[in-house]
């Protein structure tokens, strides 16, 4: 099983400013890397697919960069409703999709 | 538009089984597959299976094999998850997930999950 860590995490940013989220894969993903966006009692909404190509409807201000078992998620300019659980998940190994623990980002 | 609609929350004793369903609209449901994933309280997501909703072909976690069921009704565009022998541990929420496919660009296949229900609370207590 590919395990998936994320870090920090919790993350306190205030308004305005930048976020920049981590996930690690213990094994090569090559760039088959999600991100989920989260919110309480809200099921997980895509945000990038391939490492680093917006889903449908993503503002520009969500960006995904990485390759391989290193990769990063940054939202530029956070806005109110940034502020959520955010996910990463692998789907190089289907079906055996694996995500990692999130990473609260809360406002600072 | 695409939708994903499971579902209501459930209370069921140990040993029990559940059954959730996922019922789709705004695309044609047998050319996608659907996942479940679920969430147990301050866990990770966890990805417990697949159809094929076209030809019902399954693949299921290793951790739950011989205790979960996903089928799928065409005519009604749902798919279901059953689990059974239900213990404490498997209270979470519940998702079906639908499978999205895409070619990188070796030209490689891959798939990952585009739209997700809502949810489906399942609570085991005795």
């Known amino acids: 099983e590919i395990v998936m860590t994320q870090s920090p995490a919790t993350l306190s940013v205030s308004p305005g400013e930048r976020a920049t989220l981590s996930c690690r894969a213990s094994?090569?993903?090559?760039?088959?890397l999600a991100w989920y966006q989260q919110k309480p009692g809200q099921a997980p909404r895509l945000l990038i697919y391939g490492a680093s190509t917006r889903a449908t409807g993503i503002p520009a201000r969500f960006s995904g960069s990485g390759s391989g078992t290193e990769f990063t998620l940054t939202i530029s300019s956070l806005q109110s409703e940034d502020f959520a659980v955010y996910y990463c998940q692998q789907y190089n190994n289907w079906p055996l999709y694996t995500f990692g623990q999130g990473t609260k980002l809360e406002i600072k | 538009q695409v939708q994903l609609v499971q579902s209501g929350a459930e209370v069921k004793k140990p040993g029990a089984s559940v059954k959730v369903s996922c019922k789709a609209s705004?695309?044609?449901?047998?050319?996608?597959?659907m996942h479940w994933v679920r969430q147990a309280p301050g866990q990770r997501l966890e990805w417990m299976g697949w159809i094929n909703a076209g030809n019902g072909n399954t693949k299921y976690s290793q951790k739950f094999q011989g205790r979960v069921t996903i089928t799928r009704d065409t005519s009604a565009s749902t798919a279901y998850m059953e689990l059974s022998s239900l213990r404490s541990e498997d209270t979470a929420v519940y998702y079906c997930?639908?499978?999205?496919?895409?070619?990188?660009?070796?030209?490689?296949?891959?798939?990952?999950?585009?739209?997700w229900g809502k949810g489906t609370t399942v609570t085991v207590s005795s």
């Open positions: 705004g695309y044609t449901f047998t050319s996608y597959a």
């Open positions: 997930a639908r499978e999205m496919g895409y070619y990188d660009s070796s030209g490689f296949l891959y798939y990952y999950m585009d739209v």
């Open positions: 094994q090569s993903v090559s760039s088959n």
